[in-house]
């Protein structure tokens, strides 16, 4: 009965038995070269950091460009990001902006995402309008976000500076009354819908 089984389909069970080889083999052989990608990334990206902490800012500043362009996810957005905190401390903001769009469409970490757009959003409060900064951070201002608490902060921060104090209230009011508003976050929106209220008043 064996026999007759092996007779017929021995061949396909030698195809199957070679099929699960190779397949295990290649992925082993794809984990250790993502292994290997992920080890030069970082290498590379704690050689960028050596040099800005030396106080080589340009070579620093070339390292972490070649990294965004040529390496590891994780990495390239890590530096992307230091590369838009350089160009926003000089005053270059849509550069910077432009930095923190390029991570926000690029990585694949919905984490390294949500910041990217937190800190465009931060910048935009200076550098935009309120329609620019409301339109960025909307997912992320919503009940169900992570980062509803920074995100509300950012767009009653920018309606304040745009005198639109309907929409500053309203939106600290959500900060507020969230039980799971943080201490620090909660205070500061104490203070600025102290400073709305006066304005409103004046």
Do not use: C
């Not at 040099?51 to 362009?69: H, R, S, V």
């Not at 694949?108 to 990217?116: D, Y």
């Not at 209230?169 to 959500?174: A, R």
């Amino acid at each position: 009965y064996l026999k007759r089984i092996w007779d017929r389909f021995g061949v396909f069970i030698i195809a199957i038995a070679v099929i699960i080889i190779v397949a295990t083999a290649g992925y082993r052989g794809w984990s250790y070269y993502n292994e290997q990608a992920a080890q030069s990334a970082g290498d590379s990206f704690m050689d960028a950091l050596q040099l800005a902490e030396d106080g080589e800012d340009a070579e620093a500043l070339k390292a972490f460009q070649a990294i965004a362009e040529n390496n590891h996810d994780g990495y390239a957005a890590l530096a992307r990001f230091r590369i838009a905190t350089e160009l926003a401390s000089e005053g270059s903001v849509e550069e910077a902006i432009a930095e923190f769009d390029k991570i926000a469409e690029t990585t694949k970490s919905k984490e390294l995402k949500a910041m990217a757009n937190l800190r465009a959003g931060l910048l935009l409060v200076d550098s935009g309008t309120l329609a620019d900064v409301q339109s960025r951070l909307a997912v992320l201002s919503n009940p169900n976000s992570a980062w509803r608490h920074s995100a509300r902060e950012y767009i009653a921060l920018a309606a304040y500076k745009a005198g639109d104090l309907e929409t500053a209230t309203s939106t600290l009011d959500l900060i507020l009354e969230d039980q799971e508003s943080l201490q620090s976050v909660r205070s500061r929106a104490q203070i600025l819908k102290t400073l709305v209220e006066s304005a409103g008043s004046s």
